[in-house]
């Protein structure tokens, strides 16, 4: 076997130069990482954060299995009240009263769920139909399921809902958004005294020894598994840009795709559809049954809406069943900007390497665009 040595020398030398001219370019972006130089810092990490949420759906499945696994996903479903349900159960008439809830939730006992998450702010004074509102509630403690109530402050509960005691756990239902450009990308764990609810829920629930006190906040990952149980009645919405695409141009449109927490509308668990009834029951069962349910609104004219890492606009409902998800998929461990303790980078790999994973891949880019420009241009001289 004849080797032609020049060639390969040649090829060696190529190679290492575009080593070389891509590890400045990462040693740059790590540099202006780590330090505040013109306040940098913060920023590329928000935006390598919404970079790392984005690019793991172009990955093989295995991969992205590895950085973010899915074993949260069949845990936590999303009961969701959307306009289609107010205007044909309710009379078009918004906030639903209170027997409303309790229908809904009466609805929702049948398949037993493991936990309930109630991600509304009960604020009426007049409390219309809360009787029967209550009376559900009780059946609910009678069957051992744990019911969660968002509330503004400590003391809520019993000043305005005494009747409600023993019966709800009082949560608090903020969403950090970056004052920036309004992506919600932390999750509180905890505010004015109270818990917010995926935290809660995750310690009664799953790890009683997740300690709640001085827990820094966490940096959430959206999964990006396809949710089967959604795609099959959900609009998947228009294309979506490629991974060099969003690396070159970064992101400047709102996105759509089905939520990666299994759905459920209010209108099909009050109306099942199916071929039959039996079947339609059924397929609400594998839905809620033994799950941890989040029940939230996506009505017209509410302002409970996010915008996440990857450029999706949300119920606020599923920014705290990504954050279970977080922690259920990370075993209670999970990215944060202030490590304490058990508290560290859990997307699946080391923070650094993560940041150089992002880097390199543009450093990759940039290299080899201008290579092969270079490469057209000599040519064109030869010529």
Request: with cysteine; charged share 20%.
């Amino acid at each position: 076997m004849n080797f032609d040595m020049k060639r390969i020398k040649k090829k060696i030398k190529s190679a290492s130069k575009a080593v070389f001219i891509i590890a400045i370019i990462v040693a740059i972006g790590v540099f202006q990482k780590e330090n505040t130089l013109l306040g940098l810092s913060s920023r590329m990490d928000s935006y390598s954060q919404d970079l790392f949420n984005t690019g793991v759906e172009y990955l093989p499945p295995i991969v992205a299995e590895a950085l973010y696994p899915s074993k949260g996903q069949d845990k936590i479903s999303v009961l969701l009240l959307t306009d289609q349900a107010v205007d044909g159960s309710f009379l078009g008439r918004w906030p639903i009263s209170y027997s409303a809830h309790g229908r809904i939730l009466n609805a929702l006992s049948r398949y037993r769920p493991k936990a309930v998450v109630i991600d509304f702010l009960w604020l009426n004074y007049e409390k219309p139909g809360s009787e029967y509102l209550v009376t559900v509630l009780e059946r609910f403690k009678q069957e051992k399921i744990p019911v969660y109530l968002t509330f503004r402050k400590p003391g809520e509960l019993m000043s305005f809902w005494p009747e409600l005691r023993g019966l709800v756990i009082p949560v608090l239902p903020q969403i950090a958004m970056d004052p920036t450009d309004f992506v919600a990308r932390n999750y509180t764990i905890a505010s004015n005294g109270l818990f917010c609810p995926a935290v809660k829920v995750y310690k009664d629930l799953y790890d009683s020894d997740f300690p709640l006190n001085d827990t820094p906040d966490m940096q959430m990952f959206w999964g990006v598994k396809e949710n089967t149980k959604n795609s099959v009645w959900m609009d998947q919405g228009e294309s979506q840009d490629s991974a060099l695409g969003v690396l070159m141009k970064g992101f400047s449109a709102i996105k759509y795709s089905p939520p990666y927490t299994t759905t459920v509308l209010v209108r099909d668990l009050l109306n099942p559809t199916a071929a039959n009834e039996d079947s339609a029951h059924a397929d609400l069962e594998s839905h809620l049954a033994d799950k941890v349910v989040f029940y939230g609104a996506q009505v017209t004219g509410a302002s409970d809406v996010i915008y996440t890492p990857r450029r999706q606009l949300r119920a606020g409902v599923y920014y705290h069943s990504m954050a279970l998800d977080n922690l259920i998929s990370f075993n209670g461990f999970y990215k944060s900007d202030k490590i304490k303790g058990k508290f560290k980078d859990k997307w699946g790999i080391n923070d650094i390497l993560l940041h150089v994973i992002i880097l390199l891949i543009p450093g990759i880019i940039i290299y080899y665009r201008h290579y092969s420009k270079k490469k057209t241009q000599i040519h064109m001289d030869h010529q």
